[in-house]
């Protein structure tokens, strides 16, 4: 018999700007490459996280919800 595996391995990194973002991405991949002597099947997936707004959205009076039903009221259209 034999298991079958997966490690997942997640650092979590902040970078001021995308050129940053790439010296972080050149390191890992380094020690991917170094990984893949061992492991040839390893890979790397990156993606942007984003964090939580500064400030709360806030919706208008109009699309809060009040509970009350609005009557319905019919448009006519005037024939030429």
């Known amino acids: 018999m034999t298991l079958k595996l997966r490690i997942d391995i997640s650092v979590e990194i902040e970078a001021a700007d995308f050129i940053e973002a790439a010296a972080h991405q050149g390191a890992f991949q380094l020690h991917l490459d170094a990984l893949q002597i061992d492991y040839p099947q390893a890979s790397m997936t990156i993606r942007e ?6 400030t709360p959205v806030k919706r208008s009076e109009k ?3 009040s509970g009350m039903i609005q009557p319905y009221a019919e448009r ?5």
């Open 49 to 54: 996280r984003r964090g939580p707004r500064l």
């Open 63 to 65: 699309l809060r919800r």
């Open 76 to 80: 006519r259209r005037e024939t030429p």
